[in-house]
């Protein structure tokens, strides 16, 4: 297939290239693996700066769609790469190839450090918030390893998910701690005070005023934007919730078990040891389902799943897309209607050719670089997640560029006065500050050239 890259893609390429540290928040849809590797090829076979490239992405991803992009398109031929996925056998065997590019999943990071002789002169780290964590293998190989390497890319479309203290760990990958300082304690210090705290130890941090502004410009010179709607003719997207209510007896026992943290059940007892494990519960039961301490399915009720049913009933014979949270949701959601579960290759290809009614998918499995839209354009949140990043991932699996539809409707079922409600909440507040840094760091085409960064 013949690559006529758009506008935006064109000034991602020659940014990459005139960048040797490049965080580049690309919005879901605008084809991030394309360019980068059409960047790549240029680096490699045009200037002949670099030899060898490590990619290190999320299992499916590196598995199956950076291979893809490259059998994919012309001018990317040239290219070759191994695939560093698999058994140990495997990962050895395909170290052993000769290849321009190794494409490694993120879960392996710290055994190819330890295990490989290649010396890497650019690295490409695809969902660079996924090395958010500083105590984290993946993090501490990469710092490791990040001294001799002489180029490289963050890629992601959602930098602070949770926050701008997320941005430190990601940063000092790629500047080696130049922009926003070498420890997370200075970093800590400079632009943010303790929030929520129990005397001296301090559970949260908010910014300073100011802070924002000022962490936006430190890393600004390195760091370019780009949002889906500013570039690309999207569909619509229709978002809704779907309201479940529970009766007098189930809405007892969810308000006995937050109330006193212990709940008697005819299968079991359930006990709660913390706040973490308490809103885990809550959200098992706003589903219908929950898991006694001897591990035991008992369940709650069947509003959301009558819900789901409703809903597929109204889809008319489109395709649907079923995102579930809890292993027992699956469960439950498969007794009740014929539902496969998207996992393998052939399963993300059956979907894609319209072969499935009802598919079933979890949000880490969904998250990143699957592209499903040729499936359908109806997604159903049967059980929410907190991770901003992970909803917003999920849902452009559908609302993206290629999608059929003029219309993606993105449904949420919605146990009333539960904790439901309060996580679409705090997914809405939490996409303040992610979409205050993407337009922090935007790209003007029109205004800004590659070598300038992209702030407005």
């Known amino acids: 297939m013949k690559?006529?890259?758009?506008?935006?893609?064109?000034?991602?390429?020659?940014?990459?290239?005139?960048h040797p540290v490049t965080a580049l928040f690309l919005d879901m849809g605008l084809g991030k693996t394309v360019t980068t590797l059409t960047a790549i090829r240029d680096l490699m076979y045009d200037s002949f700066e670099i030899k060898h490239v490590l990619v290190v992405a999320p299992l499916r991803v590196a598995r199956d769609t950076w291979p893809e992009e490259i059998r994919k398109w012309d001018h990317l031929k040239e290219l070759t790469c191994s695939v560093v996925v698999g058994t140990v056998a495997e990962r050895r065997r395909a170290l052993q190839q000769e290849a321009d590019i190794y494409i490694v999943n993120r879960e392996n990071l710290a055994w190819l450090y330890q295990n490989s002789r290649l010396d890497f002169d650019m690295v490409v780290l695809d969902e660079l918030s996924s090395f958010k964590n500083a105590q984290s293998k993946r993090f501490k190989a990469m710092k490791a390893m990040r001294p001799k390497v002489k180029r490289i890319v963050g890629l992601?479309?959602?930098?602070?998910?949770?926050?701008?203290?997320?941005?430190?760990?990601?940063?000092?990958?790629?500047?080696?701690?130049?922009?926003?300082?070498q420890y997370i304690s200075q970093y800590r210090n400079l632009y943010f005070k303790p929030d929520k705290r129990n005397g001296m130890v301090v559970f949260s941090y908010k910014p300073l005023l100011g802070a924002e502004e000022v962490i936006y410009h430190q890393i600004s010179d390195i760091t370019v934007s780009m949002k889906a709607n500013d570039y690309l003719k999207m569909p619509e997207l229709v978002s809704v919730a779907k309201e479940v209510k529970l009766n007098e007896m189930e809405k007892k026992r969810y308000d006995e078990l937050k109330q006193s943290l212990v709940l008697e059940l005819p299968g079991g007892e359930v006990t709660v040891a913390n706040a973490a494990s308490l809103t885990m519960k809550l959200s098992q039961m706003a589903n219908g389902a929950i898991y006694t301490d001897d591990k035991n399915v008992v369940n709650i009720h069947d509003r959301k799943l009558d819900a789901l049913e409703d809903l597929v009933e109204s889809a008319n014979g489109q395709p649907v897309l079923v995102v579930y949270w809890f292993k027992h949701d699956k469960e439950?959601?498969?007794?009740?209607?014929?539902?496969?579960e998207l996992k393998e290759p052939q399963d993300f290809a059956d979907w894609n050719a319209g072969k499935i009614p009802v598919a079933l998918i979890h949000p880490a499995s969904a998250g990143h670089g699957l592209n499903l839209q040729q499936g359908g354009s109806i997604l159903i949140w049967f059980g929410l997640t907190w991770s901003l990043e992970l909803y917003q991932q999920t849902n452009a699996r559908l609302w993206r560029q290629g999608q059929a539809d003029k219309t993606v409707i993105i449904q949420h079922i919605v146990a009333k006065d539960t904790i439901d409600e309060r996580i679409l909440k705090v997914l809405e507040h939490k996409d303040g500050t992610q979409a205050a840094l993407i337009d922090a760091v935007k790209a003007d085409l029109g205004m800004t050239e590659p070598g300038n960064g992209g702030i407005l």
């Open 3 to 18: 690559f006529l890259p758009h506008d935006y893609q064109k000034y991602a390429i020659e940014y990459i290239k005139s």
């Open 156 to 181: 992601t479309g959602t930098p602070s998910g949770n926050g701008l203290m997320d941005l430190w760990a990601e940063f000092r990958l790629l500047d080696m701690g130049k922009r926003l300082g």
């Open 332 to 340: 439950r959601i498969q007794q009740r209607m014929e539902a496969r």
